[in-house]
């Protein structure tokens, strides 16, 4: 396969890893391919909002059409979500199963910025990459057990599941701690 998605986990605690872990993605959802569809075609396809409901997008839509995953902090409408669910990814999934939110209460986690990294190409052996970022602090007075992860774009204000990840193990993130989750996107002649 010549396209991947890899993530790589951190739990940062006290200025020191707890917890490092790599994952090769293999939860690419219809939305993706129907998006990259659009892009390439300039043809209309439906998308499932992460809300449910059903939207006619296509490139030519007022002369842009982006996968925008870069996102501000504290919003967790798109760019890297996290979630508490435990259902099996299906090629359907428009939302995580359980959205962990952002904040401070019990059970929610503050969600920092979404970085895009620039691609790096490596002409030696036919491969390139990007890296999508993002930073969780919990500040919630309790431990989150985080089980899912997605990367969610937006589009003219409405928000698209593109990958959706069950972690084989949950990970239990502590109270005072920092997660950090990315996404590698990788490519190879």
Known sequence: MNVKAYLKIKVIKD???IYYRRYRSRSFVANFINALFTNLSGQSVTLVTTS?????QSASQSGNFSLLVSDGSNNDS???QIGAGTTAPTITDYSLSQLISN???????QYGAVTVMSPIINTTNNTGYFTVTRAFTNNSGGSITVSEVGLVME???SYFLIIHDL???PITVPNGSTLSIAYEIQIAT
């Open 15 to 17: 200025g020191k890893c």
């Open 52 to 56: 449910g409901s059903t939207s006619s």
């Open 78 to 80: 798109y760019g890297i």
């Open 103 to 109: 904040g401070t209460s019990v059970g929610q986690m």
């Open 155 to 157: 589009v003219f204000l």
């Open 167 to 169: 972690l084989p193990t």
